[in-house]
């Protein structure tokens, strides 16, 4: 594990991430989609820009039924400027927060963000997993800056997200006819792991799974309640 520390600049944080990704995981030590047992942490975060002002929440879901156990908020002041490919330094201490506030560690981690799928293939979902040691993925709205073929139309179509010739990840098909979300193993995962949980997460008739909306709710009261 590696204590996570705010830069200065962004030569700084570049570095740090530069650094940092040389301890990335991509393997399948992490806990099988919907296992008995194990706990499913969402992770998310809200600003107001106005104020400075960041919240992230934290919630613990049971993976086999999805229903939320435990959740953890925490806010305070955005700790670094916005700038394009290094979004975690604004958010990691936050969800550090949050993630510690939890009375008990979960199993996998899903953020609301990339994680190899970056362009130096350390996103917030990397480089949270690096910081705790827990196994990590991301999944995001947007394909960043990546390409990608549309996958087919039914739900659990796939299609690579790709860097070139490199796959980091996959633009996956979670209810069918509905446009794609952006899958990339952070720490302790592959892209098929990330693939598997993010299906078993999304069974409700939503295209995110249940521990990004959960969270996404949490962490906008959590602003709310600082207004």
């Known amino acids: 594990m ?4 705010t830069p200065a ?14 301890h990335v995981v991509l393997d399948s030590s992490g806990p099988p989609p ?4 194990t706990l499913v942490a969402g992770v998310d975060v809200a600003y107001d820009d106005d104020r400075g002002v960041v919240a992230a929440a934290a919630v613990l879901l049971d993976a086999a039924t999805l229903a939320v156990t435990e959740t953890a908020t925490a806010t305070g002041p955005v700790p670094f400027a916005y700038l394009p490919g290094l979004l975690a330094f604004r958010e990691l201490p936050a969800v550090l927060d949050a993630l510690g506030r939890l009375p008990r560690a ?3 981690v899903v953020c609301d963000g990339y994680g190899i799928a ?73 892209t098929d792991d990330a693939c598997a949980h993010t299906l078993h997460l999304t069974t409700r008739g939503f295209r995110l799974p249940e521990t990004t909306r959960a969270a996404d709710h949490a962490c906008r009261a959590a602003l709310r309640a600082t207004a």
């Open 106 to 108: 979960p199993d996998l």
């Open 118 to 190: 970056h362009p130096r293939r350390f996103g917030l979902a990397s480089h949270l997993g690096v910081l705790t040691g827990l196994p990590t993925i991301g999944v995001a709205k947007t394909p960043f800056v990546f390409a990608h073929a549309q996958p087919g139309p039914r739900r659990g179509d796939r299609s690579p997200l790709l860097d070139g010739d490199e796959v980091v990840g996959a633009a996956l098909r979670t209810r069918d006819g509905v446009k794609p979300v952006f899958v990339s193993p952070g720490h302790r995962t592959t």
């Open 9 to 22: 600049t962004e030569e700084e944080a570049t570095a740090a991430q530069l650094r940092l990704r040389a």
């Open 34 to 37: 919907g296992g008995p047992g």
């Open 2 to 5: 590696h204590v996570h520390t």
